[in-house]
């Protein structure tokens, strides 16, 4: 059964990256993509980005310009660097395993999430 | 960007009711929706993909349907640990976009 599991400061500060971890066990990261995802407290869900186990990425657009993905594989774990932070950017954030199949992708496994707060 | 609406916001419902939440989409998705289920404090779950595919362990009670921009989620006979967040998910625009959530409460 696949696992996954966020860490990183709960708190940042406005201006500054926002930067989290994910670590994958009970399974191969190869032959899937890793996706964040977060929700802002009592709101939906929005999708950041993805990297495969090879290093490619695919961000959203409306974040592009400030989000990095990056995959350690040999660690089993990926990270979001997402710069210059706004109280915006107040959310849980998850990650989640991301299946690609011929009808695109959804989010198969996922972690239970961790809250970060932007605020001075 | 493809905007996806869900329908109703809330919802209230018995258990042992069949309900339906729709997810409309701003332009044409074919049959590229997925649709997730979320409690309080909890991860999202996968419940069905490519429109109406249940991954293993989903129980048969729910089911899915559309294309195009409208699609279905039905839960037939509700059961007690279905009162929750559903939110549909579309898999075509490069911004892979989530409805704004319809809660089922119980009544």
């Known amino acids: 059964q696949v696992q996954l599991q966020e860490s990183g400061p709960g708190l940042v500060k406005p201006s500054e990256t926002l930067s989290l971890t994910c670590t994958v066990s009970g399974g191969s990261m190869n032959s899937y993509d890793w996706s964040w995802i977060r929700q802002p407290p009592g709101k939906g869900l929005e999708w950041i980005g993805y990297?495969?186990?090879?290093?490619?990425?695919k961000y959203n657009p409306a974040l592009k310009s400030r989000v990095t993905i990056l995959v350690d594989t040999s660690k089993n774990q990926f990270s979001l660097n997402l710069s210059s932070a706004t109280a915006a950017d107040t959310a849980v954030y998850f990650c989640a395993r991301t299946y690609t199949s011929a009808w695109g992708e959804h989010f198969d496994y996922w972690g239970q999430g961790t809250l970060v707060s932007v605020s001075s | 960007d493809i905007q996806m609406t869900q329908s109703p916001s809330s919802l209230s419902a018995s258990v042992g009711d069949r309900v339906t939440i729709t997810c409309r989409a701003s332009?044409?998705?074919?049959?590229?929706l997925n649709w997730y289920q979320q409690k309080p404090g909890k991860a999202p779950r996968l419940l069905i993909y490519?429109?109406?595919t249940l991954p293993n362990g989903v129980p048969s009670r729910f089911s899915g349907s559309g294309s195009g921009t409208d699609f279905t989620l039905t839960v037939n006979s509700l059961q007690p640990e279905d009162f929750a967040t559903y939110f549909c998910q579309e898999s075509y625009s490069v911004s892979l976009t989530f409805g704004g959530g319809t809660k089922l409460e119980i009544k």
């Open positions: 332009q044409s998705i074919s049959s590229y």
């Open positions: 990297i495969s186990y090879s290093g490619n990425t």
């Open positions: 490519a429109t109406s």
